[in-house]
């Protein structure tokens, strides 16, 4: 089975403060991880991929296999970066990997 | 249109009825799914179509959901006997298909409000 846990519903921080936003996931097989972003009255798109190891809008994310975790960071946060951030996986399911399988979501609010 | 296309944008229906939900994906694309996004929930998949058939419909809630897809294109959920906890916002992704990347492009979503 796959799941992904994201602990924090909600996360508040300030302008210019580090952030982290937590992603746990828990699948048997070699997965690959994705950070969806939802800004306000937009769209939900994709943000980036561990796969390619990019760095977009100043966000990065490791996937650390030991530790099962896929946290996305951002070194100086910026009030436009506030939106609801899922964390999602996919995995092969009979042979060949065509979904996603996302958190619940944080809401990430950054205040001036 | 040059992103995926859902209606009704908003519907309110009261308990009982049947709804019905519309997409429209992007053209050339030929994977279709349908998410419900409700609050303390996060997305929920529901259904994957690779062309017009469904290999994935593990995520229908109950036999009063249904789905089909025609002409490779336009898919329509459909909500039977509608209860309160059917209330969400159901989106629409679309993706090529021809080599799952990760990638999916929403819809903005239907909003539906049973009372």
């Known amino acids: 089975a796959q799941r992904v846990t994201q602990p924090e519903k909600l996360l508040s921080v300030f302008k210019g403060a580090p952030v982290e936003l937590k992603c746990n996931y828990s699948?048997?097989?070699?997965?690959?991880l994705f950070w969806y972003v939802q800004y306000s009255r937009q769209r939900l798109q994709l943000l980036l991929r561990?796969?390619s190891r990019e760095s977009i809008k100043g966000f990065t994310a490791d996937l650390n296999k030991g530790e099962t975790s896929f946290h996305l960071k951002k070194p100086f946060a910026q009030e436009e970066d506030s939106a609801m951030y899922y964390c999602a996986l996919s995995g092969r399911s009979g042979g060949s990997n065509y979904k996603l399988t996302f958190g619940k979501g944080t809401l990430l609010t950054v205040n001036p | 249109g040059a992103g995926v296309s859902q209606s009704p944008s908003n519907k309110v229906t009261e308990k009982g009825k049947d709804v019905e939900l519309r997409c429209d994906p992007i053209s050339g694309h030929t994977a279709l799914y349908w998410y419900r996004q409700s609050l303390g929930q996060g997305l929920e998949f529901l259904i994957y179509?690779?062309?017009?058939?469904?290999?994935?419909k593990s995520g229908l809630p109950s036999d009063r959901f249904s789905a089909e897809r025609t002409g490779g294109s336009v898919s329509t959920l459909t909500i039977q006997r509608t209860q309160q906890e059917d209330s969400a916002v159901y989106l629409c992704?679309?993706?090529?298909?021809?080599?799952?990347?990760?990638?999916?492009?929403f819809g903005e979503g239907s909003r539906l409000t049973v009372l």
């Open positions: 699948y048997s097989g070699s997965p690959e």
């Open positions: 992704a679309s993706s090529l298909g021809t080599r799952f990347t990760g990638e999916l492009f």
């Open positions: 561990h796969i």
């Open positions: 179509f690779q062309g017009n058939s469904a290999p994935d």
